[in-house]
């Protein structure tokens, strides 16, 4: 019911700097309350950040300090904007959406977008 299209993802060196989008479509768009980021590396799924319509925000520790998310609530669309970053962070990121406040937990978010792969080069 809801698609999620992400963009900005590519090849940058280690200590660059990465933006990424995803916009939300879909009949039922407006029951969305939660948006966020996972990442997928070989073997491994892990949680990025999350915000809320509200406002609430929540990153995973290697997120913070790092990585910032935002929302614009009109346009439907999260942003993470990922500072510093290092070949750790090479991953496959995946935009996710819930009705419902933010969580870390993946089995949580039922609308998943199609991933942008994120290279960072050492």
């Known amino acids: 019911q809801v698609q999620l299209d992400e963009s900005g993802g590519g090849l940058v060196q280690a200590g660059g700097s990465l933006r990424l989008s995803c916009t939300a479509s879909?009949?039922?768009?407006?029951?969305?309350?939660?948006m966020g980021w996972f990442r997928q590396a070989p073997g491994k799924r892990e949680f990025v950040a999350a915000k809320?319509?509200?406002?609430?925000?929540l990153y995973s520790d290697p997120a913070k300090g790092r990585f910032t998310i935002s929302r614009d609530n009109a346009k439907n669309t999260v942003y993470l904007q990922m500072n510093s970053l290092k070949a750790e962070d090479t991953a496959v990121y995946y935009c996710?959406?819930?009705?419902?406040?933010?969580?870390?937990?993946?089995?949580?978010?039922?609308?998943w977008g199609q991933g942008t792969q994120v290279t960072v080069s050492s």
């Open positions: 809320t319509r509200g406002g609430d925000t």
């Open positions: 996710v959406a819930k009705a419902g406040s933010a969580t870390m937990l993946p089995r949580a978010y039922d609308s």
């Open positions: 879909g009949r039922t768009v407006l029951s969305i309350y939660t």
